[in-house]
């Protein structure tokens, strides 16, 4: 009987692992491109060595220190948490150190700028205007009990699980941009904020802790603001940390139209420290 279900959990196992190609080399087709000195665009293809467990990232640091030190490129963690190294991946937004080699299919990487953002050198992009959208739907818990002005006052809310489990999906963006990337309605609108910035709108929006939910929805109920989402689903669909921006952008839009009711009560705090 054990061993009956052992084999199924095998089987389980083997019918959910991504497929994986083994291969000794792959051949890397960056994208290579300079707008301030006005070259002309590009593609470099350059062959490396790979193993098993070798993600782009690793590919492309490979080329950079054995083949070409000219390849611009942006990393820092190389463990999908700063999300520095979002890039298109034959054609895909991913993260480049949370991509393995093995998982992509032919002998040859296409690698490509995000797309959506204004394009600086080779596969590196500028995020000014997306950390703009994100610091005006003021990403942060706005509750005067909150401000510390008077560390002997020192405290904490008190939150419930279900307080918490309405926002905690969506507070584990990293800001890699790859849902901003692949948003059709940002490519043909730059006032719109993006599924990032709106996702965290509601974000906190829905958190127990703020007091500024009204300001924070007059920011975003715009003709340019949420009512520009076409509910496309791509931004969900290429989330690395599982976050649905598309349902944050929902969510929140039913609260606008008043399907849903904010029942939220702000939270409490807990009894303040004494000083002995």
Known sequence: MIDLIIEKIEKMEKKH?????????????????????????????????????????????????????????RYS??????????????????????????????????????????????????????????????????????????????????????DLDKFLQFSYCIKCGLCYSACPTVATDTKFPGPQALSQAYRYFIDNRDAGGKERINIVDDRHGIWRCHFAGSCSSVCPKGVDPALGIQLLRGHLLGFSKNEKKVADLQERLKKD
Request: with cysteine; net charge neutral; aromatic share 8%.
């Open 77 to 162: 963690c190389r463990m999908a948490s700063c999300g520095s190294c979002g890039m298109k991946i034959n054609g895909i937004p991913r993260l480049a150190c949370y991509t393995k080699v093995s998982e992509l299919e032919g002998s040859t990487i296409t690698v490509e700028p995000l797309t959506n953002f204004p394009h600086m050198r080779d596969l590196v992009t500028d995020f000014s205007q997306f950390f703009a959208h994100h610091r005006d739907v003021q990403p942060y818990i706005q509750n005067e009990e909150a401000d510390i002005k008077d560390k002997a006052k020192l405290s904490e809310f008190m939150q419930t699980p279900e």
């Open 17 to 73: 692992q991504k497929k994986e190609t083994v291969r000794s080399s792959v051949v890397l087709k960056v994208y290579r491109a300079n707008r301030r000195a006005r070259e002309s665009a590009h593609y470099d293809s350059i062959e490396v060595p790979v193993e098993r467990w070798t993600t782009v990232l690793d590919a492309l640091l490979y080329a950079k220190a054995y083949k070409d030190s000219s390849i611009g490129i």
